[in-house]
């Protein structure tokens, strides 16, 4: 029987500032008249406003798809609009393919598969920065709903100029986000080690690299969704750590931009505390 | 009272635990021991290794004697602040005084406070009041714990509310065109300062070790996450205690309240539980099998009594037992835990119809 060992977890936290407005489309409550046409996303009980972990995760997979040049095979939806996604399809490509390992394959028959792992990454819904003066400025500004602004678009006709307003509802500018938390886990297979998986690390960098120059939320082709990542710090826990035995290890700590991460060093560290066991 | 190991999970992120439903919309607000057991037994796996789970955990409950099982655990309900909360016992409580057209009203709850609960299971009289129910109606409290929680009141119902489940519309984007197929999802998302409880016996013949294990595997298990769409963060949590805390019980009492699901062993057990004063809800354990063998199978079913579900019995030894639901392609078993937790009921508290 194959042995799969979790070696430990990488953890990843900071804060996501809005550097422009924001939009997560969330599902209108009613139709109310005078209603906003497209709401965002809010926490059913405090009602703020929060960056859901799924998009977060599907836009880093989405642009590691685009970075790596993977092939777009996987339908999930064949009738129009055809939707579809990179998902390895055989064995031999899943083992060379960061994409598939660090996010998962999505069901299909990969059962006689030997070398299927867990997916490695999980992102964690991210909420409104608590005591954070970003937030209290957001409280004290009485913008047009709870946290976020009203921002009125609108198509104009080529010909008469006639205009077709609508309005979104968005998180302005400046607010912060916290705490933000990336889960990878580092596991072995059947006693080969986790080489891979630590190099693949890098890949979890890039993608929050990508993602502060692409856009996460919708109308991001008009300005929305430029976000930053602050305040990063990265740590690992292993077994021995969860055992109680050891203090939890950082290996970087208050960096502010994601360019600036010596990941090699932390390769080579988390290496050296893996062979400590 | 008899006092357990109590641990506290403090959720950092929306939970969804399955429950049967068109799709992924409909989301359970409580953990129940057999999903808990299957995540610490797939957690266990990752850290100590295939053997060592046998070794550890399963071959006691398949093979050893039922006073051998190294632990045994309740379901994981919710909590607010230092206020429990359990599952109403099912079936007529004898010992509750409904007021006229209250029914409906008591029949919407299903879960009771720590107060509520032991009163019921000592068989005092207790009076149902209707204003003492919060959360939108599902949750029964005392006056007193009523006034403990209401730093929860929400400003705009005026009700007290701990946690909600939301549908939440989530989208794919076509890699190309970026053509989206919405789709919506379920998932519970609890106020600042609640969480999930659970208790565990834990068998001390087999030493301190065992604790910690268990311990390490639930440390890690938080940062893992428990249920579904755990990579989008779903069920991550932080783990606080144990503590020792009491729980009712009435001693060498006929019928007891099970705060775990129940799978009977044989025929005979079957027949004894559901005899005279039992009250119960069955309710169907499904789902899906994670491990490096078998990703994307769906498990056998298998039938349980639901938490809260009131038989017939002595509480000791254990009813219940651990049951295969390996489907048939997988190579290697997959156990479901369905061993009773009994919380003994007075001969005055609940009884069939």
Redesign the interface.
């Known amino acids: 029987m194959p042995t799969l060992t979790l070696r430990g977890k990488v953890i990843i936290t900071g804060e996501i500032e809005a550097v422009t407005g924001l939009h997560i489309g969330g599902a209108a409550a009613g139709l109310d008249i005078g209603g906003i046409d497209n709401p965002i996303i809010r926490h059913p009980v405090t009602r703020e406003p929060y960056i859901p972990g799924s998009s977060l995760r599907g836009k880093m997979r989405s642009l590691l798809d685009h970075h790596l040049g993977k092939e777009a095979n996987h339908f999930i939806q064949r009738r129009e609009p055809v939707v579809r996604l990179h998902v390895c399809e055989d064995e031999a490509a899943y083992t060379r393919c960061p994409v598939c390992q660090i996010f998962g394959v999505t069901p299909g028959e990969r059962r006689g598969w030997k070398n299927l792992k867990p997916a490695r990454l999980i992102v964690r819904d991210v909420h409104l920065a608590r005591d954070h003066e970003a937030t209290e400025r957001l409280r004290q500004a009485k913008t047009d709903l709870p946290f976020t602004e009203v921002k009125w678009e609108a198509a104009i006709d080529r010909i008469t100029a006639a205009a077709v307003p609508r309005q979104n509802e968005r998180v302005p500018a400046g607010a912060v986000f916290a705490p933000f938390e990336l889960v990878y886990g580092l596991y072995d297979l059947n006693g080969t080690g986790c080489d891979r998986d630590l190099d693949w690390l890098r890949y979890v960098f890039k993608a929050m690299e990508l993602l502060e120059d692409d856009y996460l939320g919708g109308y991001g082709s008009r300005g929305a969704g430029k976000i930053r990542f602050r305040q990063i710090k990265v740590e690992f826990k292993s077994r021995r750590y969860y055992e109680g035995e050891v203090a939890l290890e950082t290996l970087a700590e208050r960096i502010d931009d994601v360019r600036q991460l010596p990941v090699s060093e932390y390769i080579t560290r988390l290496q050296q505390l893996i062979r400590e066991g | 009272m008899p006092r357990f190991a109590t641990y506290r999970l403090r959720f950092?992120?929306?939970l969804h635990i399955g429950e049967r439903g068109v799709g992924l919309e409909v989301s359970r607000t409580h953990i129940p021991a057999d999903t808990l057991f299957g995540a610490v037994c797939s957690?266990w796996?990752?850290?100590y290794?295939?053997d060592a789970l046998h070794r550890d955990v399963l071959d006691w409950f398949t093979e050893g004697e039922p006073n051998a099982q190294p632990f045994a655990l309740t379901s994981a309900f919710p909590y607010a602040g230092d206020v429990r909360f359990f599952p109403k016992p099912l079936g007529r409580l004898p010992n509750v005084t409904l007021a006229d057209g209250d029914e409906k009203a008591f029949k919407r709850v299903r879960f009771v406070s720590e107060r509520v609960f032991t009163t019921v299971v000592m068989g005092e009289p207790i009076a149902f009041q209707k204003q003492n129910c919060i959360n939108g109606g599902v949750v029964w409290v005392t006056e007193e714990e009523r006034d403990r929680l209401v730093r929860w009141t929400?400003d705009m119902s005026g009700d007290i509310?701990l946690?909600?489940v939301?549908?939440?519309?989530?989208?794919?984007?076509?890699?190309?065109?970026a053509?989206?197929?919405i789709w919506h999802?379920g998932e519970v998302?609890?106020?600042q300062g609640t969480g999930l409880w659970f208790a565990i016996e834990f068998n001390h013949e087999h030493g301190e070790e065992l604790t910690?294990?268990f311990?390490?595997?639930l440390?890690?298990l938080g940062?893992?996450?428990i249920g579904g769409?755990?990579?989008?963060?779903?069920g991550?949590f932080d783990v606080d205690g144990p503590t020792e805390e009491a729980l009712p019980d009435v001693p060498e009492a006929n019928r007891f309240v099970t705060l775990s699901p129940v799978c009977p062993k044989d025929v005979v057990e079957l027949e004894r539980l559901t005899g005279s004063g039992a009250a119960y809800e069955l309710m169907p354990r499904r789902g899906w099998i994670?491990s490096?063998?078998?990703?994307?199978?769906r498990r056998k079913m298998v039938w349980m009594f639901a938490e809260g579900s009131v038989l017939a019995g002595p509480s000791l030894p254990r009813a219940g037992c651990l049951v295969n639901v390996r489907p048939d392609?997988c190579?290697?078993d997959v156990w479901r835990y369905g061993v009773s937790f009994p919380v003994g009921l007075a001969a005055t508290a609940g009884s069939s119809s």
């Open positions: 950092r992120s929306p957690l796996r990752e850290l290794g295939v929400d509310v946690w909600k939301a549908v939440v519309p989530r989208v794919t984007l076509d890699r190309l065109t053509a989206s197929e999802f998302l609890m106020a910690r294990r311990e390490a595997v440390r890690a940062d893992t996450g769409e755990r990579g989008a963060g779903c991550l994670t490096p063998e078998a990703m994307n199978l392609v190579p290697h």
